[in-house]
């Protein structure tokens, strides 16, 4: 007999073979495993409402110290940049034209009471005389005449003499706050007038400082509506408080009062002025640096927060969250905010207290996919409302 060498490869494909015929049937597939995602559990709390203003800082005092009387500027009495004192003098303006106005007001005044006594004596004796028929009723009423008129150039002499004694007066160009003083405008031999109303030099006060913010008219239609509503609380200590940040970044490190909103819309740009006052002790804050704001206007007793991995957007720009239905269902919902308090959305409308929303797993799940909901395990970066949703999620799911 002839034997032909089979290969070994052939050998073991052929043993594969018979094993698989062995087996009888096919192995079933494995069933797909419910996804497991983490909730959280809305409950309502208790969320301040702030609005971010944008605004630039202005000074509590802001005095332009300006020429009152015409003259040559003899000298300067002050250095530029540091502090002066209501009623200083700062600028001295050369005073001889003023004397000698001065002194010819007060020569005319008295010659005005010489005349005065010489008209007053002649109505006296033509007081007797016209009883005693000596000179006609008319002489004796032009004596009195001339008396009264001699007493009103007494009077105007005597006002000359004031408005004199005011312009030399304003020669000594002083202060009429106490704050800082900004760069001369004017050197000595400068010529100054007063028509033109010449500013010297701005005296400012930086302690305390206003800082004038820019609203919309509708974001103070919106706050004004939820007061009326009950929905914020305006009262408290903690009512009405300023937060500034400044130009580099940092938290200015005194809390601010709001004073007032303005009750005029600019048509032009259809927003209302906010002022706000701040102390300003260290001088950090100089007129005219811009600034943003937070300004807590209230507490929103009954809002519903949901952490911000829990919120998207469409393309839309619609926020959008995924929440756990009772069957264990993800429903899509979409949202209304009105902006974000730490770690977490604020939502307006599209949830509701105990609804069970989805903020891990998400990119593996869809609506209408039956989930498994488990507690969310948020970082321990969560703050405030945000962190206090997580827990009371975790005992609710």
């Known amino acids: 007999m002839c034997f032909k060498r089979i290969p070994y490869r052939l050998i073991g494909v052929a043993a594969v073979a018979m094993l698989t015929a062995a087996c009888g049937e096919k192995r079933p597939p494995m069933a797909q495993k419910t996804p497991e995602v983490g909730v959280v559990t809305l409950k309502q709390a208790a969320v301040p ?26 000298r300067r009495e002050f250095t530029e940049g540091g502090m002066v004192k209501a009623g200083q003098r700062l600028y001295k303006i050369d005073p001889a034209p003023y004397i000698a106005q001065l002194n010819n007001a007060k020569a ?10 010489s008209t007053t004596a002649q109505a006296e004796r033509y007081k007797i005389l016209v009883a005693a028929n000596a000179v006609s009723r008319q002489d004796y009423d032009n004596a009195v005449a001339a008396q009264g008129q001699a007493a009103a150039d007494v009077a105007q002499a ?15 160009v002083t202060s009429p706050v106490t704050g800082q003083a900004g760069i001369s405008q004017v050197t000595p ?20 400082m206003y800082v004038d913010l820019t ?16 929905r914020l609380s305006t009262s408290g200590p903690d009512a009405a408080k300023v937060t500034l940040i400044l130009e580099d970044g940092r938290v200015y490190p005194e809390q601010g009062k709001l004073q007032f909103s303005d009750v005029t ?37 009954n809002a519903l927060v949901v952490p911000v991995q829990g919120v998207s957007h469409d393309q839309k ?14 429903a899509l919902r979409p949202l209304v905010t009105s902006g974000t308090y730490g770690q977490s959305w604020v939502i307006d409308s599209g949830l509701n207290p105990g609804d ?14 039956e989930v498994k909901a488990v507690p969310a395990h948020l970082p321990a970066a969560a703050s405030g409302v945000a962190a206090a949703g997580a827990a009371s999620g975790a005992a609710g799911a």
Request: aromatic share 4%.
């Open 317 to 330: 720009g619609t926020a959008t969250a995924l929440v756990v239905d009772k069957d264990n269902k993800v």
């Open 49 to 74: 409402v702030t609005a971010e203003l944008t605004g630039r800082t202005s000074a509590f005092l802001d005095a332009q110290v300006r020429a009152r009387v015409d003259g040559i500027v003899l």
């Open 108 to 117: 005319a005044h008295a010659k005005a009471q010489a005349n005065l006594v």
């Open 189 to 208: 031999g400068a010529y100054v007038q007063a028509a033109q109303a010449t500013l010297m030099v701005s005296v400012q006060q930086l302690d305390p």
């Open 265 to 301: 819309v600019d048509p032009s740009t259809g927003s209302v002025t906010v002022r706000a006052m701040f102390d300003n002790k260290d001088r950090v804050l100089l007129p005219g640096m811009f600034v943003r704001a937070s300004i807590r206007q209230g507490v929103n007793p």
């Open 356 to 369: 069970r929303v989805v903020v891990e797993g998400i990119d593996k799940i869809r609506p209408g996919m």
């Open 158 to 172: 005597k006002a000359a003499i004031d408005t004199a004694q005011i312009n030399l007066g304003y020669t000594d």
């Open 215 to 230: 609203q919309s008219s509708l974001d103070g239609l919106k706050l004004r509506r939820q007061i009326q509503e009950g």
